[in-house]
Structures are given as C-alpha cells and as structure tokens.
C-alpha cells in the first residue's frame, strides 16, 4: 500500500447552525465514499423511561422539554394521544385555538431554519449575523416575521417557549373574541412579509440533486394536515396512525445514541416540508396554492435542497390558517373538556415543523402512565439523510476541502435536523483513503 | 460603555438540554442585531459555523452533566471563560432529566434501547455549578427573555444583573392577580418558587408548576401540607415536586420526604 501525497483529511468538529450536537464521518476511496455515519452524541435523557409513573395530565408539559424549538408539536400529540386513550374529541373554537398555536411554532421554527440557519449556506456566509451585514432588510423582516410567529405562539400559549395554556381536554385559559379579532392587520402584515420572504428564497441557486423518496406525511379530508391525519406515502402507504408500528420499524445503530427508522421491507423515508408539499398541496390555502404556481420547477419535487422553499410556502400557509382562525373563533363556552379517566391505551401523531411526531401512551384506571413512546422526526428522516449523503458526498468530494464540507453540512441541514429530538448531531470527517497502488 | 476598544467575546455552549433557553438568545429578534453590535459572538453553533478560539469574556453555558465527555467539556470551558453564566433549569438544577438521579440509570436506559451496550452515560445528572465554579445563574424553563436582556446589559454596563429571588406570589400580588390557591382551591408552587416569569400560570387559571426552581428560604414542606388539604395524595405532592427542577435542593426535600411517608398517617 501506497500513501499518496494527494491524501485530503476533511475534518469538523461541530456542524453548526442544526439544534443539538452531532458528527458526520465519511471514509472515501478514490472518489467513491466507502463508509459513511452520522454519529448522534446528543446525551441521552430517557424520556420514555421517566414518563412511567407520572399522570396523564403531565405528559405535554413534560414532553415539550424534549424540544425548545417545537415544544407546541410535543404537546399537541401528547394531547391527541391521551384524548384518544379517554374517547375525548376537542373540536370548534379549542380546536381552532390549537391550529393556531401549531401555525404559530411554525412560523416561529421555520423562519428560524430559513433565515438563520439554512439562507447563509446558500449565500456563502457563516451566519445570518454576518449576512445581516449584506442583506440587512432580508435578516430584520425575518426578525420580524419570527417574532410574529412567537407572538402567536405566546398569545395562545401563554409563551413562546414551553407554553404553560396548553392541557389535555383543550386549554387552561382561552381568549375573547375581540381579542381574536385584534390579531387581523398584524397577520396581512406577515403575510406580505412571509410573500417578500419566499420570492427571495425561490431566488436562490439550488444544487442539482434529486432521489427517488419515499415522502411520509399525514393526510386530512379538508386541511393540510397538522393536527390530524392518515398516514400516507408517496409510495402506497394509507393507514391510520395506530398501525404506526405495523408500517414503520425503529432500530439501533452502534454510532448514535438516537434510534433510527424504516418503512418495513423497504427503508429509509423522509418526512418534514418536502413531504407534505409534495403529497398534500392541493389542500394548502389559496395564496400559498398561487405562490407554488410560480415556482418553475414541477411537483413532485425530488431535490432536499428545495425543502427551504416548501418551508417558505408553509410560513405563508401558516399565515392564512392563523387569518381564518381570527376570523371566524368565537370565544367557546369553557376553556376545556374533561371526562372520566379510564384506563387504555392511545396515539397520537401530529405533523411537527420537521415532520411527523408519533406518541403512543397506555395508562392505568387511575390516570398513571404505564408506558410511553415517542418517535420525533428528526429520528425518521437520519436513514434517509445518511443515504442522501451516500450519493450526495461523491459529487463534492473533488471541491475544495472547505467547499466540500460546507456542501455536505447544507445537505444535513436540508432537513432542519433537530438533534435535541433526535436523541433520541454535527461534527464532519471526511477522510480520503490512499490510492491502493 | 466601550472607548472604542474590542467588543467582549461572547460564547455559548449546550451540554445535555433541549436547546430552548439559546434559543431565547434567537428569539431576543429586535435586541438581536443591536447585541451583536455591542458584543463579539464568538462561539454559538445553534447559530453559526464561524467559531472565534477562546478565551471569552461572558459564556453562557445551557444544560446539565450528564456524560464523562460533558464533564471534560465543562471543565475546559471554566477555563476559558471569564464569567460564566448558568442558563436554565437544566444547568442549574439538572433539569428534567435530573429524574433518573432518582431511580437507577441502567433500568432507563433498557426501557429505551434494545441495545444499551451503545450508550455511554453518567449516573448522577449534575448541575453546572456541581462540576465547576459558576459566577451567576439564571433560573427557568426556559429562562426569561427580559432577564437574559437584564443580563447582557448589565454585563456591558459593568453592574450586577438585578434578578428577584423572591417567591412568584409576589409577582402575583404586583401585577394584581387574585390568588387561585386560596381564592379557588387551585393547588400552586407559587409561595416556595422563585419569581421571574411574571407570575405566568395564575393569571392563565392554572397554579404554578416551579419552572423557576426554589425561591431562597423556601419551605416544600409546609406547602406540602396545604396542598394535602386541598386533596392531593402524597403521590400526587412527589411529582409536583419533581418535575424540571427535581433536583434543587428544597424540591428534592419536598419529593423526598412526601416519598418516604407514604403510607403512613399525618400528625
């Protein structure tokens, strides 16, 4: 064996701008990558194992601390799942309330991933704080769009992180009418800002890449699914949430300390904005359907580099369902619904800003949580990131060492990879083998 | 205020966490650009791929000790850090996943993972100031966005941050919310946790739930006694106090004492 003097060792210690912590090792051999592993050291903080023993009630506020970025995600399919377990629907005003909270955190996350984390990759800058220095006006009108998106979040929720309103049966405290309806010219104000925000997004350069996906997402009669849904797939999936487990399997790899998941016989699938656009944009509203008609490239769209451009058409979305909803809530008789506590077991499964989040609990006749699990998106989507880079890491490998991880780095952060979650993320190797002679 | 001279380098780091309390650094979106003015981020991966080497002037250090890595980690940044702040109830108190300090580490780690051979982990989850010298903490689940401000503020402006240590009853009184404990019988953390959220739960209809941990000189356990009268099993008075601040010293009495009684009369 030969050392060739041409040998690169690429080498990162963090991968920035994702939540949480991680690694990527890729081990090339003449161009070609030989071995490839996203490593999670993300501590572990077993969630599902403390959540035995405690009651019901707690399970949204306890769950929300597994994510500060989609706290209301957590709660709301804790929520779905213990009314399914209690034969309890939350409908009208309080359901109305929760469409709003969720259209709230993701306009807060998205814009988030959009303009601080993902923009700069595609505009050559480390951060959206040295971006600001070109693109000041982009930079504060997300500002201010996030804000809006937490202000929404914090009006229903009580805050924007952990929000404190949100219970089982619908809410501790609802607001009035009137209060509602305040909300108007400050949400057709986000909208022209989430419009301006998605017309210079669609303006940026795309790199070439496309796969063949399996793009999992829920399904709903009328909405854009968020709250509630099927399960479906863009390759023949249609089932109810509670055969989760019967369609998807969860394993364990020894480099991470996240569990990982497959479609059953079939592999890796991806979950988040692309999916959803690309199986339920017939039911975006109206402004959100118009703005997709602008974009020249035809659904379905294959490339993950255009996930910031599903995120951006779902902030608009967002928007209007907030819009509706002040429009038309009537402040409802009581804050919440409440029944007798019954023993049984329960899912749950609403679509999170990166995709699908699963919660399945069974409790006792008194309320005590005899077991827990949970399955967050960012956890569904590692298989498919890791295949992504299989045939992504080639096509770079030749770049400049800089180049070639920063372009590897943007292909994780195409999937708004929340590691926190996940741990249950991102420091980069890439090492170049000799050439055997 | 500066003469012109270099901005303070700012770092922040996340050890075991969900990442909320940074981003409250994010979500400070009309002061964020204004900040960066004023200070020099030098270490913020949440936010940015650009790292600046330390030392640094200010860390804020998120979330517990939970790994042998971590506990290097931490170590490392004590020393390169000049004043180093606690952020959150995680790296004050351990946070939430201070449960397991509670049970035996291995029993979790078999519910979670088929494998567990994979994970390395500490048994005992520990707060910053456990592990290393802390110069000042900022309590909460998540923190305060305005004491964050108060924070960085008072750094640039050479005084101490002012952050009440009194209890959230007080915050009830001032902004004029009649008290649910007694008014509707509604069971609240109120009187033995530490102010800073502005009284939140109450003025939602809901008794407070010690986001901000044990307020100085607080007293679990004659809180436990009320909350007893009000109907709550000692069961239900262990969980109450172990929640995201389990671990900080009068909770974990709390919790502990109303666990050992079980059972066994009141006098």
């Known amino acids: 064996m030969n050392r060739s003097e041409g040998t690169r060792v690429i080498k990162v210690d963090y991968l920035a701008r994702v939540e949480g912590e991680g690694a990527l090792y890729i081990r090339a051999r003449r161009g070609r990558v030989v071995d490839l592993r996203l490593e999670i050291f993300e501590p572990p903080r077993f969630f599902e194992a403390f959540l035995r023993g405690r009651h019901y009630t707690e399970a949204p506020d306890i769950t929300a601390r597994i994510c500060g970025i989609c706290p209301v995600a957590y709660q709301m399919s804790a929520c ?179 569990l990982h998941l497959r479609v059953r016989e079939r592999g890796a699938y991806m979950v988040g904005p692309l999916a959803r656009l690309n199986l339920n944009h017939d039911r975006l509203t109206p402004l959100a359907r118009e703005l997709l008609q602008e974009v020249p490239h035809p659904l379905p769209w294959r490339n993950p580099f255009m996930s910031i451009l599903a995120r951006a058409i779902e902030v608009v979305h967002a928007l209007e369902v907030a819009l509706e909803v002040v429009e038309t809530y009537e402040t409802p008789e009581a804050p919440y619904r409440e029944v007798p506590v019954r023993a049984g077991t329960g899912h749950g499964c609403t679509e999170a800003p990166r995709g699908i989040l699963y919660h399945r609990y069974t409790i006792d006749g008194k309320g005590i949580i005899q077991d827990a699990r949970i399955v967050p998106p960012t956890t569904q989507n590692l298989h498919q990131m890791e295949q992504d880079l299989w045939q992504f890491a080639p096509q770079v490998l030749q770049l400049p060492k800089d180049r070639a991880t920063w372009l590897c780095e943007q292909a994780i952060r195409n999937y708004d990879p929340c590691i926190s979650c996940a741990t249950h993320f991102l420091k980069i190797h890439v090492e170049h083998e000799p050439d055997t002679a | 205020m500066a003469k012109g001279t270099r901005k303070p380098k700012l770092a922040v780091w996340k050890f075991t966490s969900c990442d909320g309390c940074q981003l409250t650094l994010l979500d400070l979106e009309e002061h964020l650009l204004a900040i960066a003015d004023r200070v020099d981020i030098a270490y913020f991966l949440e936010a940015s791929r650009a790292t600046v080497r330390g030392p640094y002037d200010i860390s804020l250090v998120e979330g517990s000790i939970s790994t042998p890595h971590e506990e290097e980690l931490i170590r490392k940044v004590r020393k390169q850090s000049r004043f180093l ?73 050479g005084r101490r941050p002012r952050i009440p240590r009194h209890s959230v009853c007080m915050e009830c009184k001032r902004r004029g919310t009649v008290c649910i404990m007694v008014a509707r019988g509604v069971p609240c953390l109120g009187p033995v946790t530490q102010a800073g959220c502005n009284a939140l739960c109450p003025s939602y209809a809901r008794g407070c739930f010690g986001c901000f941990g044990p307020m100085d000189s607080a007293n679990p356990l004659s809180l436990g006694r009320r909350l007893e009268d009000l109907g709550l099993s000692r069961e239900d008075i262990v969980r109450v106090y172990r929640t995201f601040n389990a671990y900080a010293s009068a909770f974990r009495e709390g919790s502990e004492t109303y666990e050992q009684v079980r059972g066994h009369t009141r006098h």
């Open chain 1, 80 to 258: 779905q799942a213990m009314e399914n377990i209690l034969g309890l629907s939350v409908t009208g005003p309080l359901r109305d309330l929760r469409r709003m909270l969720y259209a709230g955190e993701w306009i807060e996350s998205h814009v988030l991933h959009i303009a601080m984390l993902h923009a700069p990759d595609f505009l050559g800058y480390q951060s959206a704080l040295e971006m600001a220095g070109d693109y000041r006006e982009q930079v504060e009108l997300s500002l201010r769009l996030k804000r809006l998106g937490n202000d929404l979040v914090t009006f229903v929720g009580g805050r924007e992180i952990h929000p404190i309103n949100v219970r089982v049966g619908g809410f501790y405290s609802v607001p009035r009418t009137e209060e509602m309806r305040a909300w108007k010219p400050r949400l057709e104000q986000g909208l022209e800002w989430a419009v301006a925000l998605f017309r210079w997004v669609m303006g940026f350069d795309f790199p070439d890449f496309e796969q063949d996906y399996e793009f999992v997402a829920l399904r709903h009669a009328e909405e854009y699914a968020i709250l509630e849904g099927r399960l479906v797939s863009s390759k023949g999936i249609d089932v109810a949430i509670e055969d989760f487990d019967q369609v998807f399997e969860e394993y364990q790899v020894p480099h991470s300390n996240a």
């Open chain 2, 85 to 157: 702040v606690a952020i959150g109830a995680c790296a004050t108190a351990g946070g939430i996943q201070a449960l397991r300090n509670f049970a035996h580490v291995r029993d979790f780690i078999q519910l979670v993972y088929a494998h567990p051979e994979y994970i390395r982990t500490l048994a005992q989850v520990r707060p910053i100031a456990d592990v290393v010298p802390v110069d000042f903490e900022l309590r909460g689940c998540p923190i305060s966005r305005e004491q964050l401000l108060e924070l960085l503020s008072a750094y640039l402006h």
